[in-house]
C-alpha cells in the first residue's frame, strides 16, 4: 500500500518523507493557497523532494481549459499527475489527456458509479473523498469498497486513492480494503505512528536506566 501525503507545505512533505513514508503527493487549490507561495514554484519544489507521483489541479471548468491546463502543468515536471475534477467536461479531458500519455487523477468523486466513468475514460487514478461524505452521514468507505470492488471485475488499470482523509481509522480502513492508496494529511500520519503506550514505555525505561547508573 502507497501513502501519499496530502498537502502543499514543503516542510512537512520534507519530515514525511525523511520517515520513509511519501510515496507521492497530493495537492488542491485550497492547500496551494494555504501554502501562500505561488502554485509552479511550490509544485516544482515538492517535486524536487520526492520522487514519486505530484498531484497538480486544474482550475478550468471546460474541457478545452483542463486539457490546456494539464499539457502545461505536465510539462513542469515528468512526475506531475494532472488533477481533474469529476464533470462531465472533465471526463472528455481525461479522454484526451490520456490518449497523450498524461497522467490524470479525477478528483472529487463520491460515488462508486462516477469511478467507473473515470476508470473508463482512461484516468490513471481516481479519489473518493471519504471524510467529506462521512461529514454528510453517508459511509465514504462503504464507496471506496464499491469502487475496489467495481475495477477487481472489469481490470481496471487505474488506481485508488482514498482521500480526504480525517483520521487513523479511515487509514486502516483502506488498507483492509486493499485500496491502492491513502492521501494522507500531516497530522494524521504523524497519528499513525504514535501510542500512548509507546510513550509511557519510553518513560519508564529511562526512569529504570537513570535509576541503575545513579
Ligand atoms: C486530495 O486529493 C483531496 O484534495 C483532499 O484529500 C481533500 O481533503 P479535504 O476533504 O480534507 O479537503
Known amino acids: 500500500m502507497r501513502f501519499f501525503i496530502d498537502t502543499a507545505d514543503v516542510e512537512e512533505i520534507r519530515d514525511a518523507h525523511a520517515m520513509g513514508m511519501v510515496d507521492g503527493v497530493t495537492t488542491n487549490p485550497t492547500l496551494i493557497a494555504r501554502s ?9 519544489e515538492i517535486c524536487g523532494i520526492v520522487d514519486g507521483p505530484v498531484s497538480a489541479e486544474a482550475v478550468s471548468l471546460d474541457a478545452a ?25 472533465g471526463l472528455k479531458a481525461v479522454g484526451v489527456l490520456s490518449s ?3 497522467a490524470t ?9 462516477q ?4 476508470a473508463k475514460a482512461g484516468a490513471t487514478y481516481v479519489s473518493p473523498f471519504v471524510g467529506r461524505m462521512d ?3 453517508a459511509d465514504g468507505m462503504e464507496v471506496v469498497e464499491q469502487i475496489v470492488s467495481i475495477y477487481n471485475n472489469y ?18 480502513e483502506s488498507a483492509l480494503i486493499g485500496a491502492d492508496i491513502a492521501t494522507i494529511p500531516f497530522t494524521v500520519i504523524r497519528n499513525l505512528a504514535s501510542h500512548p ?5 519510553i518513560e519508564a525505561f529511562l526512569a529504570d536506566w537513570d535509576k541503575r547508573r545513579k
Open 197 to 201: 503506550l509507546t510513550d509511557k514505555g
Open 155 to 172: 481490470g481496471f488499470q487505474t488506481e485508488v486513492i482514498v482521500a480526504s482523509i480525517r483520521n487513523p481509522l479511515h487509514v486502516l
Open 100 to 102: 497523450e500519455g498524461i
Open 36 to 44: 501562500g507561495r505561488p502554485f509552479e514554484e511550490v509544485i516544482t
Open 135 to 137: 461529514d454528510l452521514s
Open 105 to 113: 487523477n479525477v478528483t472529487l468523486v463520491f460515488t462508486s458509479m
Open 115 to 118: 469511478a467507473l466513468m473515470a
Open 65 to 89: 481549459g483542463m486539457i490546456a491546463e494539464g499539457r502545461e502543468l505536465s510539462g513542469l515536471h515528468p512526475n506531475i499527475v494532472v488533477k481533474i475534477p469529476m464533470t462531465t467536461d
